[in-house]
C-alpha cells in the first residue's frame, strides 16, 4: 500500500467519525438540530373545559427540537393548546375559544416545514 493511499483512507476515516456520531445523535433524538439548542416547551394552561379536541398527525419530526417547535407554534395561537408526542407523530390539539379553524393549526404546523397527514376529532 502506498503512503498517499494510507493518508486518504486516514482523512477518510477521521471525517466519517464524527459524522457518524452526530447521525447516532440526531436519530437518538438527543442532537440540538432543528432550530437550536434542546430546550422544552413552556406548558401552557387554559381554565375551563375545551370546546374541542383534535389528534394532529404529524410527519417530518425527529427529535425533541422538533417537537417543541411544534408545540410552541401551536401554543402562541390563542385559545389553543397543545401537546406533542414525539414517538406517536401526533398532536393533541386542544381548542377552548370559538373560531379558531382546523386550517389555521393545519398551516401553523406546515409553516415550520413538518406536514400534516390527517386530523381527526378526539
Known sequence: MKSQDLIII???VIILIPAIN??????KGEG????GPKE????KKIAGKPLRKLIVHIEGMHCDNCKNRVERHLNDIDGVVAKVNLAKKQA???IYKDGVPDDLIKKTIEALDFQVTSMEEK
Do not use: F, L, N, Q
Open 40 to 43: 422544552k416547551a413552556p406548558r
Open 10 to 12: 486516514i482523512v477518510i
Open 22 to 27: 452526530g447521525m447516532i445523535t440526531h436519530m
Open 32 to 35: 440540538s438540530c432543528c432550530g
Open 92 to 94: 393533541e390539539v386542544s
